[in-house]
C-alpha cells in the first residue's frame, strides 16, 4: 500500500493500481490529489477536510458521516452513509467505519458527526477525534485549535503504533512546524517507532 500526504489533512490511498481519496479539503491544494479514485472517504464537515464543490467535480463515490451527506443531497446514490462498525468493500480496500463525534472543540457548539476510517487493518484516519483502535500505522493530529498538545502524546501512547504519521498541520507557521518536528522525534525515540511528520506530496510504502 502506499500513502501519499497531500495539503493538511488529506491523503491518498494506492493499491494494485486502484485508489482512493481521504479528506480533501479547502486545505488541499493539489489538482491531482483525487485523479483517478475510486472512491472519497470524508471524516467530517469543517472545510479543512471537505470541500463540496471539488467533490462535485469529481465522479467519485463518496463515504462519510451524515452530517456531511446532508450537505450533497444534489449528489444523488454517490453519497454512502457510514456509521460506526460499518464495514465495506471499496476500491479494493476494506474499511471499517469507526467512531462518531469530532474531539470535543468550543464550549457552546456541539461536537459534529465524525468518522475515522480504518484502512485494510492497517492504516487509521481518525478525522478529527482521538479514536483508539488497535491499528499498525496512525494518522495522527499534528495540530489543531481542539488539539493540545498533551493530548497528541497522550494519543500517541494509547495507540502504540508501530508507525504514526502526523497530518493535520496547515494551520501553523515554520516555527510550529519546528516544535512539532521535535516531538514526534523525542516520541519515536521514547517508542522505538517510526514516529514522523509527513509533509505534502511525502510517500509512504507499506
Known amino acids: 500500500m502506499r500513502i501519499t500526504k497531500f495539503g493538511h489533512a488529506c491523503v491518498r490511498l494506492e493499491k494494485n493500481g486502484r485508489a482512493i481519496v481521504i479528506d480533501p479539503g479547502v486545505m488541499t491544494p493539489e489538482p491531482d490529489a483525487l485523479a483517478g479514485a475510486e472512491a472519497v472517504l470524508v471524516t467530517h464537515e469543517h472545510f479543512d477536510h471537505f470541500d463540496p464543490g471539488r467533490l462535485r467535480g469529481c465522479d467519485s463515490a463518496v463515504y462519510t458521516c451524515a452530517g456531511v451527506a446532508r450537505h450533497l443531497s444534489g449528489f444523488g446514490e454517490r453519497v454512502n452513509v457510514v456509521r460506526d462498525g460499518d464495514s465495506l468493500s471499496v476500491a479494493g480496500f476494506e474499511v471499517l467505519a469507526t467512531g462518531d463525534k469530532h474531539h470535543f472543540s468550543h464550549p457552546d457548539v456541539p461536537p459534529v458527526d465524525n468518522v475515522g476510517f480504518l484502512i485494510d487493518g492497517e492504516v487509521f484516519h481518525p478525522g478529527d477525534a482521538l479514536t483508539v483502535v488497535d491499528v499498525p500505522t496512525l494518522l495522527v493530529p499534528g495540530q489543531a485549535p481542539w488539539l493540545m498538545l498533551p493530548d497528541m502524546?497522550?494519543?500517541?501512547?494509547?495507540?502504540?503504533?508501530?508507525?504514526?504519521?502526523?497530518?493535520?498541520?496547515?494551520?501553523?507557521?515554520?516555527?510550529?512546524?519546528?516544535?512539532?518536528?521535535?516531538?514526534?522525534?523525542?516520541?519515536?525515540?521514547?517508542?522505538?517507532a517510526d514516529i514522523r511528520r509527513l509533509r505534502p506530496g511525502e510517500i509512504v510504502e507499506l
Open 153 to 192: 502524546i497522550g494519543y500517541l501512547r494509547r495507540m502504540t503504533p508501530r508507525r504514526a504519521y502526523a497530518i493535520h498541520d496547515g494551520l501553523i507557521n515554520e516555527w510550529g512546524v519546528r516544535v512539532l518536528d521535535d516531538v514526534l522525534a523525542s516520541e519515536a525515540r521514547r517508542a522505538g
